[in-house]
Every structure is written in C-alpha cells, then in structure tokens.
C-alpha cells in the first residue's frame, strides 16, 4: 500500500499575492491581526504534527497546490516563495532540505484556465467548479503515476479541492492536522 499524506491549505496573505489587500478589507484591522495568528498557529501546529511523524524524508515526495514544475526550477519556487513568509512554502523548503522531492504537480494550462475563470465575471459557478475537478483529476494521476509502493506522498493541497475522492484505493489516506 502507498502512503498519502494530506495537508489542508489555510493561505496566508503572502500566499494571496495581489488579493491579500482585497482580503484585508474584509477585517477590522484586529480582525486581521487575529486572522493571521490563527494561520501561524495553524502551520505551527501542522509542523509539530509532522515532526511527531519521525518520517524517513528520502521516502517522501511533495506534491503542491499549484507546483507546475520540479527540479531545480521547482525548488527555486519553492524558495522565493518561502523568503516571502509563506508559511506552506517555508514547511515544504524545510522537507525539501531534509531530502523529501518536490513533484510537478499541476498542469499550467488547467490552472491558466482556472485564473482565467476566476477574472471573469460572466464565469458560472459550474464553469468554476468544472475547472477545479480537472485540476483534482490531473493531480490524482500524478499522484498515481509518481507515488511508488514503500514511499510516502505529502499533498498540499487547499481545501476547496477534492483529490483524495478520486485517488486510487491502493493509496491510505492520512489527514495531517492539529489536534
């Protein structure tokens, strides 16, 4: 049996790029404070979790909400990503460093459409939703076709999407989570 283990995204406002502000206006400027300690607290519990693992990282292979490549390229994402205070991609540098493999994960063009959906206003929510199962699809193939039996998948993957659903039933499922 091949082993998966699913962390849930919560994004941060470095994760938000240009759409961090448009959040921000959605809070008071304590609400916002508070929203971000919730998310440092959040990845804080999500690295203790981990931890607590003792997991052998030359076995693990990090598949990530977005990766669209691997290799050098990936890792150097990976790390500009993590100098801007993401704190998904600060985790992920630091299993990359520890000898987990970063995987391509996403195909450009399904996340190009994603984008472009979501910057139009005509875009129905089933058009949205379409959009997302093909991401979900994609990634669970990727999934299927790299994660090899003896290893262990991380997937980081944001909440709104519905890979494990579609997985197949020889890969055990595990949701890495605060307790």
């Not at 919560?10 to 502000?21: I, N, P, T």
């Amino acid at each position: 049996m091949r082993r998966l283990l699913w962390v849930p995204i919560v994004h941060s406002a470095a994760d938000l790029g240009s759409l961090a502000g448009r959040a921000r206006t959605e809070y008071s400027a304590a609400g916002w404070a508070r929203h971000e300690q919730q998310i440092a607290s959040y990845w804080g519990g999500i690295v203790s979790a981990l931890d607590a693992l003792s997991l052998d990282y030359a076995k693990v292979k990090i598949y990530h909400d977005s990766m669209v490549t691997d290799g050098d390229l990936g890792k150097k994402i990976v790390r500009e990503l993590a100098r801007n205070g993401s704190p998904d991609y600060m985790l992920t540098e630091r299993l990359i460093d520890s000898g987990a493999r970063l995987m391509k994960t996403e195909d450009i063009e399904l996340l190009l459409q994603e984008y472009q959906a979501y910057s139009q206003t005509s875009t129905s929510p089933q058009e949205l939703e379409n959009v997302l199962t093909q991401r979900d699809l994609y990634v669970a193939r990727r999934i299927d076709k790299t994660l090899n039996e003896g290893e262990i998948g991380m997937l980081f993957m944001g909440a709104a999407h519905q890979v494990c659903r579609v997985l197949p039933c020889d890969i055990s499922i595990e949701e890495v989570g605060i307790r």
